[in-house]
């Protein structure tokens, strides 16, 4: 009998781990959320005009948004992990469990997806004292939630089983997540970048990812929403899939 109780359980202790924190995982995306829309919206704002047909400010609540989503959800599972490994817990916590291995990426996702909605949340309606607006396709806002938040979770847990220390969860964090965040369209169109560096935009997967919230908020997008939610999904599918195996393997689980 699958034990679905211990991976309710997992999936309790990695939300109760980052809810302890609330400064961290509040506060913080709070602030830097109101100083990016001061900074961006409010000097910038009114000298960039319009952007994808829509106020610069409006434009840019999705992108904000979808960037707080995409950090915390990353840095929950990947951090979770490392910590376990620095506290010499790994063992104990995933190999010597007794749950399936698509549970324990399951649990591990499943926190992530919280976390990263409580601070999509948190930016979306902070967001409401600068812009007011409406969701404009609000199932599919919600499935272009749970897909980034999930997506980003599971690269955190890959994440977190390669590194040995938090250097190297920040390694890839700053030169690896972070240039493709904002080469996604999180500040802008790809249509301002220079010539050449558009076509480089198209082939990073966080855009499609991005662009499919930012439709799916404010009705407007730079690709065509098919295209968006199938690069979108698939890449999802293919990490699930991937991490599962991993666990499976006991890929740099053991010390």
């Not at 591990?108 to 990263?116: E, K, L, Y």
């Not at 980034?148 to 700053?174: C, N, P």
Request: charged share 10%.
């Amino acid at each position: 009998m699958i034990n679905w109780y211990g991976c309710f359980a997992l999936f309790k202790r990695e939300c109760r781990r980052f809810l302890r924190v609330w400064g961290q995982t509040v506060g913080a995306p709070l602030v830097s959320a109101m100083l990016y829309f001061i900074v961006f919206g409010g000097a910038l704002g009114s000298k960039i005009g319009m952007t994808g047909g829509v106020p610069y400010t409006l434009y840019l609540i999705p992108g904000l948004a979808a960037m707080g989503m995409i950090q915390h959800a990353y840095q929950n599972a990947s951090s979770s992990l490392v910590q376990m490994r620095y506290v010499g817990m790994m063992d104990a916590d995933l190999l010597a469990l007794p749950l399936t291995p698509l549970q324990i990426v399951l649990a591990f996702m499943g926190a992530s997806v919280v976390r990263g909605l409580l601070v999509g949340g948190v930016i979306l309606t902070v967001s409401r004292l600068f812009f007011d607006y409406s969701i404009a396709h609000p199932l599919l806002f919600v499935a272009a939630s749970l897909v980034i938040t999930a997506l980003f979770g599971l690269i955190g847990l890959i994440s977190g089983m390669w590194a040995r220390s938090f250097d190297q969860i920040s390694v890839v964090s700053h030169f690896i997540l972070t240039p493709m965040v904002y080469f996604g369209g999180v500040f802008f169109s790809i249509s301002m970048l220079p010539s050449g560096w558009d076509t480089v935009a198209l082939l990073n997967p966080v855009f499609y990812v991005v662009d499919l919230f930012r439709y799916a908020l404010i009705d407007t997008g730079q690709s065509t929403v098919h295209l968006s939610a199938s690069a979108a999904v698939g890449l999802l599918l293919g990490l699930f899939f991937l991490a599962v195996r991993l666990v499976d393997q006991g890929w740099r689980i053991k010390n």
